[in-house]
């Protein structure tokens, strides 16, 4: 059976009930789009925990070389990492009990979907979260 992404009214509801948003590949770099998406999304309102093994902090947040290091609660990780790269990343967030894992735009991983799902994790693929939220929960920055 073939993927599909949550339909639009659960995608609000998801980004609704975020609290944390652990963002996988988050570059340091102003420059670089991961990090315009999580400043926006932080702009919004939403939590950002930058996971980059190579910087201390991002965005006034303290950076984690991994999800398994982040000492509290994730709801939704949200990924920049190429596609080949996505399978680790459904096991760390499915090890530590996500709830959502988001793959961004461009990024689709079939196998590391379907993985995430059977754990009960909900899926979100190829979609910026920024977009979406900007879309679904139309409000002043």
């Given at each position: 059976m073939a993927f599909e992404n949550p339909s639009r009214e659960r995608i609000k509801e998801i980004l609704a009930g975020a609290g944390n948003i652990a963002v996988?590949?988050?570059?340091?770099?102003p420059e670089r789009t991961s990090h315009m998406v999580a400043e926006a999304m932080q702009k919004r309102g939403y939590r950002i925990i930058p996971v980059n093994p190579n910087a201390q902090t991002i965005l006034?947040?303290?950076?984690?070389?991994?999800?398994t290091d982040i000492p509290e609660p994730i709801d939704i990780v949200n990924v920049f990492r190429r596609s080949e790269h996505i399978?680790?990343?459904a096991e760390e967030a499915i090890a530590i009990k996500a709830k959502v894992l988001w793959l961004q735009l461009g990024i689709v991983n079939e196998e590391a979907a379907a993985l995430a799902q059977?754990?009960?994790l909900e899926v979100?693929?190829?979609?910026?979260?920024k977009v979406e939220d900007a879309i679904l929960n139309p409000r002043n920055a």
């Open positions: 996988v590949g988050l570059s340091d770099n006034g947040e303290k950076c984690y070389a991994s999800l399978m680790p990343v059977q754990n009960g979100i693929m190829d979609r910026c979260i």
